[in-house]
């Protein structure tokens, strides 16, 4: 995730160009590696015609009945995405947002590693990273990376919460 300083990954209107072109590529570049993504469906809106969409397995986290297509397939909650992914072999899973989503999977203690891209700006009204409903979790710092003159990544284990079993 790409975050302000403040722990916002958009504006309020659901604008991201305080996140670099840069750090736009750093996420596609780790989607095509890891060869999958799973997202909130206002994640999905944003970014369902960029090219990258159909190099790759996208599960999309959603209430509503969907059909897949293409390399899109839909989700109705964190486990049954990763159910998904498990049975087309994937062993790792990239939650790529956004805020609601993540805090659906935080809760469920589905969250093993957090990659944080922080860019040099503060959004007073944005898209927090968690929604308030994640609850709590404590993280421990793997990796402290300078990304550029003005970003840096942090990468996180989650501690405290339980992992997923299959
Ligand atoms: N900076 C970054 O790195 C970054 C990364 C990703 C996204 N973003 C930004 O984040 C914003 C979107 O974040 P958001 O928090 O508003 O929305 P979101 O998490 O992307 O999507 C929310 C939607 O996902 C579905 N959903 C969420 N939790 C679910 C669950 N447990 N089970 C089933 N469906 C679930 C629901 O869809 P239905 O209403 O269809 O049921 C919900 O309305 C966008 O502006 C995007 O650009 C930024």
């Known amino acids: ?6 722990g916002a990954i958009a504006e309020r209107n659901g604008g991201t160009t ?4 840069a750090d736009k590529k750093r996420f596609v570049n780790m989607a095509l590696k890891e060869g999958n993504a799973v997202m909130g469906m206002k994640t999905f809106e944003t970014v ?3 090219s ?3 190099k790759i397995s996208v599960v999309v986290l959603t209430k ?3 059909k897949p297509f293409g390399s899109v397939s839909f989700a109705r909650s964190p486990n049954e995405a990763l159910r998904m992914l498990d049975t087309r072999g994937f ?5 790529a947002g956004g805020g609601k989503v993540n805090a659906s999977f935080l809760k469920e203690g589905l969250i093993d590693e957090i990659y944080l891209d922080v860019e040099p700006s503060i959004i007073g009204d944005g898209i927090p990273i968690f929604a308030s409903t994640a609850g709590n979790a404590e993280l421990r710092l793997k990796d402290i990376h300078k990304l550029s003159k003005n970003e ?3 990468h996180y284990a989650v501690t405290s919460r339980k992992r997923h079993g299959k």
């Open 1 to 6: 995730m790409a975050s302000s300083v403040n």
């Open 18 to 21: 305080f996140v670099t072109p």
């Open 48 to 50: 369902k015609y960029d």
């Open 52 to 54: 990258w969409v159909e």
């Open 64 to 66: 509503r009945q969907r």
């Open 91 to 95: 062993d790792v899973a990239l939650l």
């Open 152 to 154: 840096v990544r942090l």
